[in-house]
């Protein structure tokens, strides 16, 4: 009998001190700390959705604590959702948190399509009871409704107008005789991974006061001048005569890559007044292809160059900032320009054309000891690469007219190219036939500066 009492005396302990270590705070004094009391989400499309957010909810006590319900006002007619400790849903019972622990709550957001054209407000709160003491975190979102273009073939002309973005998902074709034409002030988001493949023919016809957007689809901060958020814009092969004027293309792949092996009367695609920043590979990619620009602003190019032809072609440049340096999201360790007349995937050697490229007042700089990289093979091609006042980063000999003294950037490091005072680029360019204002569209005055930017 000593023995059993013993065993059911030692078998209460241990029940007692599970019992306790299982003991919860009920008084209903007792408050949840939470990292942020309202959630708040940038600007979402309707139907697309947005970024999770997150917040923690602390227990500061010196003992367990119990919620009793983690609920959405909204219930299930609410556009949020949430997802309480790994489990997802509207509502969560019963939850408990250990003295001095925290736990992570996080929420979403998808915005029903409405017909306006004004960002709209979406309201709703995270409610917590516990102990009878009822809390809130607010969650408030702006939503906005758009054009949604879902994986389409563009087989009519279009004309697209500025009354609502425009929302590209999985990537969009313009068909072979078809012209999109795209008003100024036009925003144009893509979702990750779309390309806008053109068979016929883009005109983007931004203005100096109404510019056009092409980005990505997410607009929450963190996505901020992150590169690779969609693909960029590629002319295939047969397609000629786009342009695109005062436009601002941002955190894609490669801003523009035209892609031929044919020669044609005019050229693939000309830009004027275009801004092309935080792309993954390049600015403007050209393989055996027919590209002019004037008053180009490239930067923040990623794992490629601003500019780079590879297998020849012709390329015309005037007054543009190819300006290339490392930051918090890129590693700048190739050229800002690369020139090339062949190709060489799976060490398969493919020579095509000659590279034709001319550079009028032009800035090729960063933060390299070169920024400029020329590399032509091939005895029977003919190759002519032409500069002239041009400002170039760099040790090598280069045909034409061109120097190696820092372009004094107003500051690069805010993404500002201006020219500041002294600078060796002001008054020492040349006239290009057709060109009279620069990137913001200021009057040029003869002797023209060189670069995107006149010194105003």
């Not at 736990?103 to 915005?111: D, G, Q, R, S």
């Not at 999109?180 to 203005?207: A, E, Q």
Request: glycine share 8%; hydrophobic share 40%.
């Amino acid at each position: 009998m000593k023995i059993k009492n013993l065993i059911i005396f030692i078998a209460t302990l241990f029940t007692i001190a599970s019992c306790r270590k299982d003991v919860f705070l009920t008084d209903t004094a007792v408050k949840l700390s939470f990292s942020n009391d309202t959630l708040t989400f940038d600007t979402v499309f309707t139907s697309i959705g947005s970024a999770t957010r997150y917040f923690k909810i602390y227990n500061k006590e010196n003992k367990k604590i119990k919620i009793s319900n983690i609920k959405l006002a909204g219930g299930v007619d609410s556009h949020f959702r949430i997802n309480v400790d790994g489990i997802a849903g509207i509502e969560a019972k019963e939850v408990e948190i250990a003295a001095n622990d925290s736990l992570y709550i996080f929420a979403a957001v998808t915005v029903d399509p409405n017909n306006l054209a004004n960002p709209f407000v979406i309201e709703d709160s995270i409610l917590f009871n516990t102990n009878g003491n009822n809390q809130a975190v607010i969650l408030n979102a702006w939503g906005q409704n758009a054009h949604f273009i879902y994986d389409s073939v563009i087989t009519a002309d279009q004309q697209w107008i500025n009354d609502l973005p425009y929302v590209i998902i999985n990537s969009m074709l313009i068909e072979s005789n078809v012209t999109v034409n795209i008003d100024p002030g036009c925003r144009i988001y893509n979702h990750p991974n779309s390309i806008i493949f053109i068979k016929g023919k883009l005109h983007v016809n931004g203005t100096a006061t109404d510019t056009v957007f092409f980005r990505g689809d997410r607009l929450e901060n963190y996505f901020q001048d992150l590169p690779g958020q969609w693909g960029g814009i590629i002319i295939l092969p047969g397609s000629t005569g786009s342009s695109i004027t005062y436009t601002t293309l941002q955190d894609g792949d490669v801003g523009v890559y035209a892609n031929d092996s044919v020669v044609y009367t005019q050229p693939h695609i000309t830009l004027k007044q275009v801004v092309i920043k935080n792309m993954t590979y390049a600015g403007i990619r050209g393989l055996s292809s027919w590209v002019t620009g004037e008053n180009l602003l490239i930067y923040n190019i990623g794992q490629n160059n601003c500019f780079q032809n590879i297998l020849g072609g012709k390329y015309q440049f005037d007054n543009c900032t190819f300006a290339n340096y490392s930051s918090t999201v890129i590693n700048h360790q190739e050229p800002a320009v690369y020139l090339s007349n062949y190709y060489t995937p799976d060490n398969i050697e493919y020579l095509l054309f000659g590279c034709t490229a001319e550079f009028n007042n032009c800035i090729i700089w960063g933060g390299l000891d070169q920024e400029i990289s020329i590399d032509l093979i091939g005895a029977g091609t003919i190759n002519t690469i032409q500069f002239n006042s041009c400002c170039i980063k760099s040790d090598s000999t280069h045909s034409g007219s061109w120097f190696k003294n820092d372009p004094l950037f107003i500051n690069y490091t805010e993404n500002n190219y201006q020219l500041s005072s002294g600078s060796p680029c002001i008054d020492t360019g040349i006239e290009p036939v057709s060109l009279t204002t620069d990137i913001t569209g200021f009057i040029r005055t003869l002797p023209f500066d060189i670069g995107a930017y006149e010194k105003q």
